[in-house]
């Protein structure tokens, strides 16, 4: 890679019509190759599996962990009735923004220092937004492509996909589990109950990945409280109810629902290949997601090789009807909508938002859940 | 007969009214309005069929567009603050505050999203604000409308439960003509948020048009988003990203103005489920407990007779007593 120029990556996702470029970019395809080569890295292995770490994974993990003893320094700001967003929370990632590169440039080889000027936005980003205190799938994505990168500079190799998986996106984990409770972030763009957890998406790919093949362990197991205390060491998806058990109290049907739909599926291997078109339904092809995402030379906006010359009417964007081209096919009740544009036409005020009038007051905090940004208008 | 001459009908033509029409309007009037046998249902936690729904929704569109913005409402009155879908939060209410008609209610809006029975939850209220006109009275909070519900649940919860969002659509024109407040007593105002540096008095929040989208600015909006602060003089823009905050001095300025002793609003979380601020000039009243199935408040309900007013508390109800529903694959994992 040596000679690339590097770049501060950019947003590009601006409105419902750039979806169809992303679509097409050489980002997305690699970057759902990357998530698939991770998964399949990781079929039928437990968490607690012996795999070998090299020097530069320990001094990564390190860094992780000088991250969490940030956090538990930062004494919390008191709060009278808010229920969501410590402010203190700005002190964190004030932080990490101001460290953010020389923490990278400790870990990484020399030969990958020209790279951070790209890798540090994605590795910020990673650990939630600090205007409205909140942490969703979308900053776990970004978390997903700085490991990306990271492979794509020859950082880490194929040969280190387990442990990318199962050491350092599982310290992430902690980390961000622990700014949330701490911190009491918001879970993101939250569609509440009907969303699969309120903060990750990516262990549950990974983690129904190392389930596939579990003699003792279907996925109605985890439903049984006490089963999944046993065995969260065993797999991050397993880990991951454990914690929702933690956090959540009322019925397991009621404040997670999706899990308590999937649980009825018979095997694993379903289950893995359910959450990856799901991963594409309800994340990768969510504009509100993927409208915060930042593109670089490494994550690039531009068109892939691979997709075929298309004619005019392909690049048009995506109607109600209008499957995204490279989607794979999807039915009923997730199928692939906009709500806001699908609405568009239906709400009047829609039509009127002046750009920027509400985006702009997002400078700040909020207590609570937020009015979300209009939808940008073509 | 109801006069549906157009001056005293609302605007409801808020979306696009001809397609929803052409597609359901085969619907409306297909089916018997049964208030009862819709009401025995609702309080199971079932929905309706979607004719039955359409037909309760039609049927409420052309009674409250000829509602005020602001209805009169005399005491005994019991004021309720968000629901958010907790259907058997709301049935607890219901027996700590007493039934629909024995007890007369105000709610306060925010019946919709975050909870898992938003459908079952709105679709109650509705089925009672049918029957019982003269016995609840439902506001308009910043959830009922499209933009919010779209994203915070209630359009997920119909498109699975119907198969598509025509009902939805229904639902949300409905909350278009809801009344954005209620006046009690000539003296107790009740709105979701609070107040507006647009308006500053009573007949001003009337002059509103208000059967359209919650707007994303604006008094309208105001009224539904706004907070108070103890630290605020008057105005401060909201970090919501709608609405404002306001303070003492502005509540005290907008009651004296209108006559009134108390602003009544939900809209915060408060831990305990009732809260005055400035010198009991507001009050918060919150109705959902254990709030985002994570949060352990208290719920509250506000009840308000002449001069004498007594909050009664409750808490969620306990995992056994709901009703625990058959697990639906979503198609991704077929």
Redesign the interface.
């Known amino acids: 890679m040596s000679g690339k120029a590097y770049m501060a990556p950019e947003k590009k996702i601006k409105n419902v019509f750039d979806l169809n470029p992303w679509y097409f970019s050489k980002a997305y395809e690699e970057y759902l190759a990357f998530l698939h080569r991770l998964n399949d890295s990781v079929i039928g292995v437990h968490t607690t599996a012996d795999i070998r770490c090299s020097p530069l994974v320990i001094d990564f993990i390190d860094m992780l962990d000088s991250l969490e003893k940030w956090i538990d320094k930062i004494p919390l700001e008191e709060v009278s009735?808010q229920?969501f967003g410590n402010k203190a929370y700005r002190h964190f990632y004030e932080r990490l923004c101001k460290e953010a590169p020389e923490l990278l440039q400790q870990v990484l080889p020399a030969e990958a220092h020209d790279a951070i000027i790209e890798l540090v936005t994605y590795f910020t980003e990673s650990f939630g937004n600090a205007t409205r205190i909140d942490y969703g799938s979308g900053h776990e994505a970004n978390f997903l492509i700085f490991l990306f990168c990271l492979q794509k500079i020859g950082v880490f190799n194929n040969e280190d996909n387990q442990v990318l998986v199962l050491r350092i996106f599982n310290k992430y984990l902690r980390v961000c589990r622990h700014l949330q409770t701490k911190f009491k972030m918001e879970p993101a763009?939250?569609?509440?109950?009907?969303a699969i957890d309120d903060f990750q998406f990516a262990p549950f790919i990974f983690g129904s990945a190392q389930l596939i093949g579990s003699k003792n362990l279907v996925p109605d197991s985890y439903l049984k409280k006490t089963v999944v205390e046993a065995h969260a060491h065993t797999s991050l998806f397993l880990d991951c109810v454990n914690f929702i058990n933690q956090?959540?109290?009322?019925?397991f049907?009621?404040?997670s629902?999706?899990l308590?739909?999937?649980?009825?599926?018979p095997h694993w291997k379903?289950?893995n290949?359910?959450?990856f078109?799901?991963y594409e339904?309800e994340v990768l092809k969510k504009f509100?997601v993927v409208q915060h995402m930042f593109f670089g030379s490494l994550f690039s906006f531009d068109r892939s090789e691979n997709v075929k010359e298309t004619n005019e009417e392909d690049i048009q964007p995506p109607q109600n009807s209008g499957m995204p081209p490279r989607a794979p096919a999807?039915?009923?009740?997730?199928?692939f909508k906009i709500?806001?544009v699908a609405?568009s036409?239906?709400?009047?005020?829609?039509t009127v938002?002046e750009s920027g009038?509400?985006r702009s007051?997002?400078t700040?905090?909020?207590?609570?859940?937020?009015?979300?940004?209009?939808m940008a208008e073509p | 007969m109801i006069d549906r001459t157009p001056e005293n009908v609302l605007r409801v033509s808020v979306c696009d009214e001809g397609e929803l029409e052409k597609t359901t309007s085969h619907l409306i009037g297909t089916r018997k309005i049964e208030p009862e046998q819709w009401i025995t249902w609702a309080s199971e936690c079932k929905y309706l069929p979607e004719s039955d729904a359409v037909a309760l929704c039609a049927t409420l569109i052309d009674r409250l567009s000829l509602e005020a913005n602001v209805v009169p409402v005399s005491s005994p009155v019991t004021i309720c603050g968000d629901i958010h879908g907790q259907f058997y939060d709301l049935l607890e209410l219901f027996k700590t505050g007493g039934t629909v008609p024995n007890t007369k209610y105000v709610f306060m809006g925010d019946y919709v999203d975050r909870g898992h029975y938003s459908l079952e939850t709105v679709t109650l209220l509705f089925c009672l604000l049918l029957k019982y006109p003269n016995h609840i009275t439902l506001l308009r909070g910043n959830h009922e409308s499209r933009r919010i519900s779209n994203v915070y649940g209630f359009y997920d919860e119909c498109q699975n439960k119907y198969g598509h969002g025509n009902v939805h659509k229904w639902f949300c024109k409905v909350f278009d003509v809801l009344p954005i407040g209620a006046l009690i007593d000539d003296s107790v105002i009740c709105v979701h948020g609070g107040l507006s540096p647009d308006i500053r008095t009573i007949d001003s929040l009337m002059l509103l048009d208000r059967a359209q989208e919650v707007p994303n600015k604006g008094p309208l909006c105001d009224i539904m988003w706004s907070d108070p602060d103890d630290d605020v003089e008057d105005w401060v823009i909201s970090q919501r990203g709608a609405g404002f905050v306001f303070g003492a001095r502005v509540t005290e300025e907008f009651l004296l103005n209108n006559n009134l002793s108390l602003l009544c609003r939900s809209h915060q979380l408060v831990d305990e489920g009732f809260k005055y601020m400035f010198n009991e000039k507001l009050a918060t009243v919150w109705s959902a407990p254990n709030y985002c199935y994570r949060c352990g408040n208290a719920a509250a309900v506000f009840e308000i007779d002449g001069n004498s007013r007594s909050t009664k508390y409750f808490n969620a109800v306990p995992d056994g007593s709901r009703e625990k529903p058959d697990r639906v694959v979503a198609p991704y994992f077929l």
């Open positions: 009735e229920r763009g939250s569609r509440g109950v009907h956090t959540k109290t009322g019925p049907h009621e404040h629902n999706q308590w739909n999937i649980s009825a599926v379903k289950v290949s359910g959450m078109k799901m339904g509100p999807q039915h009923g009740m997730f199928a709500p806001s609405n036409s239906t709400v009047r005020s829609a938002v009038d509400l007051l997002h700040h905090k909020h207590p609570e859940e937020h009015c979300p940004p209009p």
